[in-house]
C-alpha cells in the first residue's frame, strides 16, 4: 500500500502566463515565490509553492502528493510498476524544477499525471499575500476522470486513499482526516479540474465575494455550503478556464466507524443553500 501524506503543488500549463501570474497575485491573493525561465512559482501557505505556472500548452498540468520518505518512495514506483502503471523517476533537474528532494511521476487510468514527492522545501520565510482574502492552505485540488469507477478503484486499491462521500459517480477521497483531498469528476478528458484554498472564516469568504464582482471576475458557484464537507465555498474562473475555490469549515473525519454517503448528482446535493453550479463537470 502506498502511504500518501500531503499535498504539494499544482503544475499548471498556461497561454498567457503574465495574466495567469497577475490573477494569481492580484485576484486570487497568491506570493509569487521564485521566477525561473518560464515558470513561476506562487504560494498561499508555508510549503515553498502551491502552483507552478509554466509557460506551456494549458492541457498539460500535474498533481503533486507527498510521500514520507526514498524508501517509500523506492517503494510505490515498484508497486506501481507490478501494477502495470508505468513510473518515470525525476532526474535532479526535474527535482530542482519541483523544488522537491525526489519524486516519480506517473499517470492514473484517465491520464492525470500524478508526481509523488519526497521532502518538498518549504518556505523561509511566513506567507505575506498580495491581497489580504485569508488563505491559509492549498487543501485540495479536483481531478477530471473520463471513469469515475475505475479511478476510484486505482486510488483505493493502490493507495491509503479512501472515498468519504460520493456525489452521484463522483468520488470525495482523502488519505487523512480532511473530507476530501482530491475528488473525481466525470468528464471526456483529463485535467486539473478546480483548485481549493481552505479561507480562515466566512467573512473572508464573503468578503472575497464581493471584491471578485467588483473585479468582474466570474462566479461560477456560490457562495454556498456543500452538503458533503459541510465547507461554505466559493468558486470562481480564471485565466485558461482554470477554476480555483476558497472555502471554510471543511469536515474533519477522525471516526473509524464512519460510512461514506451516497448523494445523487444534483445541484442540491453540491450546495444545501440553493445555489446552481455554472461548472460543466458539476451538471448531470
Not at 20 to 45: C, K, M, P
Not at 205 to 233: D, E, N, W
Request: glycine fraction near 8%; proline fraction near 5%; aromatic fraction near 12%.
Amino acid at each position: 500500500m502506498i502511504e500518501l501524506i500531503d499535498m504539494t503543488y499544482v503544475r499548471l500549463g498556461t497561454a498567457d502566463i503574465k495574466a495567469a501570474v497577475s490573477f494569481a497575485t492580484e485576484i486570487l491573493g497568491l506570493q509569487i515565490a521564485h521566477e525561473e525561465d518560464n515558470r513561476v512559482y506562487v504560494r498561499g501557505d508555508d510549503r515553498d509553492h502551491n502552483i507552478c505556472y509554466i509557460d506551456d500548452d494549458p492541457s498539460l498540468n500535474a498533481l503533486g502528493m507527498e510521500v514520507k520518505d526514498i524508501g517509500a518512495l523506492d517503494s510505490a514506483a515498484t508497486e506501481l510498476a507490478a501494477a502495470g502503471i508505468a513510473v518515470k523517476r525525476g532526474n535532479q533537474k526535474e527535482c530542482a524544477d519541483r523544488r522537491v528532494t525526489d519524486f516519480i511521476a506517473f499517470c492514473d487510468p484517465t491520464g492525470n499525471q500524478i508526481e509523488l514527492t519526497v521532502r518538498p522545501f518549504k518556505a523561509t520565510r511566513r506567507y505575506f499575500p498580495t491581497r489580504d482574502a485569508g488563505i491559509n492552505e492549498f487543501s485540495h485540488v479536483g481531478l477530471r476522470s473520463t471513469d469515475a469507477k475505475i479511478d476510484e478503484s486505482f486510488w483505493t486499491s493502490l493507495f491509503n486513499v479512501r472515498a468519504n462521500d460520493w456525489i452521484g459517480p463522483a468520488g470525495l477521497l482523502s488519505f487523512d482526516k480532511v473530507h476530501h483531498r482530491f475528488a473525481l469528476f466525470p468528464s471526456d478528458r483529463p485535467g486539473i479540474q478546480h483548485i481549493n484554498f481552505q479561507v480562515d472564516s466566512i467573512d473572508d469568504l464573503m468578503r472575497s465575494y464581493y471584491y471578485l464582482c467588483g473585479k468582474q471576475v466570474h462566479i461560477v458557484f456560490g457562495p454556498g455550503r456543500h452538503a458533503t464537507s459541510g465547507a461554505m465555498f466559493l468558486y470562481f474562473e480564471g485565466p485558461d478556464g482554470m477554476v480555483y475555490e476558497y472555502s471554510t469549515g471543511v469536515r474533519l473525519i477522525d471516526d473509524p466507524e464512519y460510512r461514506p454517503r451516497q448523494f445523487p448528482f444534483t445541484p442540491e446535493a453540491f450546495c444545501v443553500w440553493g445555489a446552481v453550479p455554472d461548472i460543466p463537470e458539476f451538471k448531470d
